[in-house]
């Protein structure tokens, strides 16, 4: 199985804002940008390993800046790491400014999402190579949010948790 590289799974959504997407304050529905954001990176979990995927988790969402209606939403997803069955990926979510064009970070997310057979059974995943400093940030963190997660999901061990072992107890190490 060949490695890939995040640009090789990188997904570019843009959305516009309109006014059934929005919450009484006419600001984007924090549920809508939830879908669009699990569909980006569904797209960008599938690109990676060419199978079918099911989300597995939202990790982690940040609801920096609210969405005003009318807003140009550009919503990035690629793979950040690929384990054995499963995959995490990063959206990043940017509002144009409509008069300049450039864009602010609103919103980010890391989905985890798995890929699977014909049967629903997981399946084997590419492995990935990342380039861009910030891919090899995002790479070197996906092991211990995994670990994080199996540990709050008691799936795993503290002492066995190696990876974030080393970030709270680095003389151990």
Same mark, same amino acid.
């Given at each position: 199985?060949?490695?890939?590289?995040?640009? *090789?799974?990188?997904?570019?959504?843009?959305?516009?804002?309109?006014?059934?997407?929005?919450?009484?304050?006419?600001?984007?529905?924090?549920? #809508?940008?939830?879908?669009?954001?699990?569909?980006?990176?569904?797209?960008?979990?599938?690109?990676?390993?060419?199978?079918?995927?099911?989300?597995?988790? &939202?990790?982690?969402?940040?609801?920096?800046?609210?969405?005003?209606?009318? %807003?140009?939403?550009?919503?990035?997803?690629? &793979?950040?790491?690929?384990?054995?069955? %499963?995959?995490?990926?990063?959206?990043? &979510?940017?509002?144009?400014? #409509?008069?300049?064009?450039?864009?602010?970070?609103?919103?980010?997310?890391?989905?985890?999402?798995?890929?699977? *057979?014909?049967?629903?059974?997981?399946?084997?995943?590419?492995?990935?190579?990342?380039?861009?400093?910030?891919?090899?940030?995002?790479?070197?963190?996906?092991?211990?949010?995994?670990?994080?997660?199996?540990?709050?999901?008691?799936?795993?061990?503290?002492? *066995?948790?190696?990876?974030?072992?080393?970030?709270?107890?680095?003389?151990?190490?």
């Amino acid at each position: 199985m060949r490695t890939k590289t995040p640009s *090789d799974s990188l997904t570019v959504m843009t959305e516009i804002v309109l006014p059934n997407d929005t919450n009484n304050l006419n600001n984007l529905f924090g549920g #809508q940008l939830l879908s669009w954001m699990d569909r980006c990176a569904a797209i960008a979990a599938h690109r990676h390993c060419r199978r079918q995927v099911v989300t597995a988790s &939202v990790n982690n969402v940040s609801f920096n800046h609210a969405v005003p209606q009318g %807003s140009i939403v550009t919503l990035e997803a690629s &793979v950040s790491r690929a384990f054995t069955s %499963s995959m995490e990926v990063f959206v990043d &979510v940017y509002i144009e400014d #409509q008069r300049s064009g450039s864009r602010i970070t609103a919103n980010e997310a890391i989905y985890t999402f798995v890929a699977v *057979d014909q049967l629903g059974n997981p399946i084997e995943v590419p492995g990935i190579e990342p380039e861009s400093e910030t891919e090899k940030i995002r790479f070197e963190g996906a092991l211990r949010r995994k670990q994080l997660a199996l540990i709050l999901g008691g799936k795993m061990k503290p002492e *066995d948790a190696h990876e974030l072992k080393k970030i709270f107890f680095p003389e151990e190490n």
